[in-house]
């Protein structure tokens, strides 16, 4: 038997969000618990709640969805939450997912679409258009904080690259021919750039760097 599972909507139109609670309690397993026209009650709610889903507007009256998505994620650890967007915005995509959501969804989607991407979350699965990978759309596990890595010299990048092989400061120092002070002088270069404080953190970013515009190019 499938587990029925509870969802609130979020949204500044009443009017919509009761034609969102029609289509999904049309589906089998979904029970519409709660309906929220501001963040402040969103939270409240979903403290309260607990609900396996959230179909949430991108933007409400006081303020887009990234402003409070974190705090969502605090108030319901195991909630699914679905952004809603005006525009199929392929750009806000992977910063929602990092944030927490679980998938973003235009709001001129079909409600077959939408139910399509409950489904394919109830069975542990993530769904994004077609049509953004026939446009040249690549998700990647992470984007955060990754640009900082393109903003490294041609020398910072190939004393990361050593880094990661596990060469010695030392021995790095010699191949570039610099002394061992300023091999931590350009690390500590390095660090501000890819907004990290320790060498595992930048071994581990720049790793993921290395790894993604493998599968990206090769």
């Not at 390095?190 to 953190?201: C, G, H, M, N, P």
Request: net charge negative.
């Amino acid at each position: 038997m499938t587990k029925v599972w509870q969802v609130v909507i979020v949204g500044c139109h009443p009017t919509s969000m009761l034609g969102t609670k029609l289509i999904l309690e049309d589906e089998e397993g979904l029970t519409v618990d709660g309906m929220f026209a501001t963040w402040e009650e969103c939270l409240a709610g979903m403290e309260e709640l607990r609900p396996d889903l959230v179909l949430s507007d991108y933007q409400m009256h006081d303020g887009t969805v990234e402003l409070v998505l974190p705090d969502m994620k605090k108030s319901s650890p195991c909630s699914h939450i679905i952004i809603m967007t005006e525009e199929n915005d392929k750009e806000i995509f992977l910063p929602l997912i990092e944030l927490g959501a679980s998938g973003v969804l235009s709001k001129g989607a079909t409600p077959d679409q939408l139910l399509q991407m409950i489904r394919g979350i109830r069975e542990g699965f993530l769904s994004i258009p077609l049509e953004w990978i026939e446009k040249g759309f690549r998700p990647v596990a992470s984007s955060r904080g990754l640009e900082g890595v393109l903003q490294l010299t041609q020398t910072e990048m190939f004393i990361m690259e050593r880094i990661v092989q596990g060469i010695t400061y030392d021995k790095i120092a010699l191949e570039i021919e610099v002394s061992r002070r300023s091999i931590d002088n350009y690390l500590r270069k390095i660090y501000v750039k890819l907004e990290v404080s320790t060498r595992a953190q930048a071994i581990e970013k720049f790793a993921l760097f290395s790894r993604q515009n493998k599968q990206i190019y090769a």
